[in-house]
């Protein structure tokens, strides 16, 4: 998907600790939820999840450390 984007972008990214709400924080910029979350005390996040917010703007969710 990166490389069939040919204009500068805006990356977005949050990284941190598991379970800490990056996903929510995340979710709480785009609107409705798109990134995974749960109650339990499993991580949801597998990897880099991107999301285009638009033509310009990507945000990048990332696996918890830790």
């Known amino acids: 998907m990166l ?3 040919d204009t500068p972008l805006t990356i977005v990214s949050v990284i941190g ?3 800490i709400g990056t996903s929510s924080l995340l979710n709480g910029l ?3 939820p798109t ?3 749960s109650s339990t005390v ?3 996040t ?3 999840l991107i ?3 638009d033509d310009k703007t990507l945000l990048m969710d990332t696996e918890g450390l830790g």
């Open 17 to 19: 600790r598991y379970r």
């Open 35 to 37: 990134f995974a979350t």
């Open 46 to 48: 597998k990897g880099i």
């Open 3 to 5: 490389c069939t984007i």
């Open 51 to 53: 999301h285009r917010l």
């Open 30 to 32: 785009v609107g409705p």
């Open 42 to 44: 499993q991580a949801q």
